[in-house]
């Protein structure tokens, strides 16, 4: 067995020890209150649900009586392929506003990519900065569409983002530009450090997920997450997993990843300080028409969805 390999299974053991003792009280800011007895996991497609379940459901599995043929349907539910593009629909039509815009985006360019560009992310839209004094200013903007060619490893990153970004959406829709000013600020630091470091563009979609792994496992410190079924780990640990995960399994240095660390917890340190909460926004939200009166609404069905109307 390799050393790599030793450093692997001593990582995966030493995130699997329980260490209730040191569990931390969700930051009072969160909206929901995260119930830390319950473990979620970031690999299944939830389309953004939030770590809070209802208690109905411990309730009815609190039952003694087991009913051999509701768990044969159920079982036999789960896998039948005619009713999974109608969940997946389901969780696409509930999913935030401004996550569902950014992954529609993505996809919609990975696939057109794919048929008609050899399944190369169009030129056009990748960033340059040389191309930026000459007008060309989308191009920050559309390189974070770039999750790579479209393949199996793009729609693992796709469902990956689709989990935390919607779920931090949805946590912060009681202040909505909180949410619109992490998506300018954050982005904008990523776009000029990898300038000033000479750093690979092309991983900016991926170094974004990173760095909102890491803020949602701050927004939901204490809270046992369950990956595919094998181990359960602290929130706060699970981004640190990942960097060591890439380290071990691809060879390299996490550069790009501890980066998506570090810039996550620029935005969480100002925000819980009280900075970086959106308020210049609040005029043009509160009270714009048009894409800002679109939003609106939408931000007031994802509060209906929390409220249960």
């Excluded at 699997?16 to 690999?43: A, G, K, L, Y």
């Excluded at 935030?96 to 993505?106: A, D, R, W």
């Excluded at 191309?131 to 490893?153: A, C, D, M, V």
Aim: hydrophobic letters at 40%; one cysteine or more; proline letters at 4%.
């Amino acid at each position: 067995m390799s050393p790599r390999s030793l450093i692997f299974i001593f990582l995966i053991i030493f995130c699997t020890v329980d260490r209730t003792s040191s569990i931390t009280q969700p930051r009072s800011f969160v909206v929901t209150r995260i119930n830390e007895s319950r473990t979620r996991s970031p690999f299944t497609v939830r389309g953004g649900a939030t770590a809070v379940e209802s208690d109905d459901e411990s309730e009815d599995e609190s039952g003694d009586d087991y009913d051999c043929a509701d768990d044969d349907s159920d079982f036999d539910e789960s896998f039948d392929d005619s009713s999974l593009i109608p969940r997946l629909l389901q969780h696409y039509h509930s999913t935030p506003p401004i996550t569902k815009i950014y992954l529609t985006s993505s996809f919609a360019t990975a696939l057109f990519s794919f048929i008609l560009n050899n399944n190369q992310f169009p030129k056009i839209l990748t960033l340059q900065y040389s191309k930026l004094l000459t007008g060309q200013f989308w191009r920050p903007i559309t390189q974070f569409l770039n999750l790579g060619p479209l393949s199996l490893s793009y729609f693992l990153t796709l469902q990956f983002l689709w989990t935390y970004m919607s779920s931090i959406e949805k946590l912060l829709h009681t202040t909505p530009t909180t949410f619109i000013n992490l998506l300018i600020l954050i982005p904008s630091l990523m776009v000029i450090s990898y300038g000033v470091l000479g750093l690979n563009v092309e991983l900016l979609g991926h170094n974004f997920s990173t760095f909102l792994v890491y803020l949602w496992s701050r927004l939901h410190e204490g809270m046992e997450v369950n990956l595919m079924e094998l181990f359960t780990l602290r929130a706060e640990v699970l981004p640190w997993f990942f960097l060591g995960q890439t380290f071990l399994l691809e060879g390299q240095l996490p550069t790009l990843d501890f980066l998506g660390i570090v810039f996550g917890h620029i935005f969480y340190h100002r925000y819980t300080s009280g900075g970086l909460k959106g308020e210049w926004l609040d005029k043009w939200y509160y009270e714009g028409g048009g894409v800002w009166k679109w939003l609106r609404e939408e931000y007031e069905k994802v509060g209906e969805e929390f409220r249960g109307v």
